[in-house]
T-cell receptor
Framework: KQEVTQIPAALSVPEGENLVLNCSFT??????LQWFRQDPGKGLTSLLL?????REQTSGRLNASLDKSSGRSTLYIAASQPGDSATYLC??????????FGSGTKLNVKP | GAGVSQSPSNKVTEKGKDVELRCDPI?????LYWYRQSLGQGLEFLIY????????KSGLPSDRFSAERTGGSVSTLTIQRTQQEDSAVYLC????????????FGPGTRLLVL
């Protein structure tokens, strides 16, 4: 069974720092990997989707990379802001219809 | 356009009762997913619908859980004889094409079984 692990579980940084969130998965035969953010009391917001054939995706201050062979993905957040405070989840898709989520990294960006 | 909507937003029920949770996906999205997030746990995949095909029920935790999707649109997740361990946030998501595109999530239904 696919296991998805996110490190660290929690992270607190001062505003303006660049930071990296890590996601690892045990089975490299993934179809795609997606990063989400979850705000308290709200649903998930999709941030970036990386297909298995891609190495990275960028959106604004966010950059996600994917290394299938090593079973790793990183989410890079540049110039962090207090509004970035949330829980960040990564999820992998297997065979179109199996989805596995990590337990998330809770990010706190201090003003 | 409108996003994924779920109802109710909160549900408190007594152990042993049945509950129904509703999901309205984004119009035109053929794929629909149900997940749950228990306190302190990661998201857990429950069931997946693609168009009018038979759903993938492999993630349902027990036979007390069932789901249906009428007309390829609205979906209902039913939990029979609820147990306290069923307490969780139940999230629904939809995407245009199965597995290939971004999933858009609803706000969730917070279920508390007393």
């Amino acid at each position: 069974k696919q296991e998805v692990t996110q490190i660290p579980a929690a992270l607190s940084v001062p505003e303006g720092e660049n930071l990296v969130l890590n996601c690892s998965f045990t089975d490299s035969a993934i179809y795609n990997l997606q990063w989400f953010r979850q705000d308290p009391g709200k649903g998930l917001t999709s941030l970036l989707l990386i297909q298995s054939s891609q190495r990275e995706q960028t959106s604004g201050r966010l950059n996600a990379s994917l290394d299938k062979s090593s079973g790793r993905s990183t989410l890079y957040i540049a110039a962090s802001q207090p509004g970035d405070s949330a829980t960040y989840l990564c999820a992998v898709t297997i065979n179109f219809n199996k989805f596995y989520f990590g337990s998330g990294t809770k990010l706190n960006v201090k003003p | 356009g409108a996003g994924v909507s779920q109802s109710p937003s909160n549900k408190v029920t007594e152990k042993g009762k049945d509950v129904e949770l509703r999901c309205d996906p984004i119009s035109g999205h053929t794929a629909l997913y149900w997940y749950r997030q228990s306190l302190g746990q990661g998201l857990e995949f429950l069931i997946y619908f693609q168009g009018n095909s038979a759903p993938d029920k492999s993630g349902l935790p027990s036979d007390r859980f069932s789901a249906e999707r009428t007309g390829g649109s609205v979906s209902t997740l039913t939990i029979q004889r609820t147990q306290q361990e069923d307490s969780a946030v139940y999230l629904c998501a939809s995407s245009r094409v199965r597995g290939q595109e971004t999933q858009y999530f609803g706000p969730g239904t917070r279920l508390l079984v007393l």
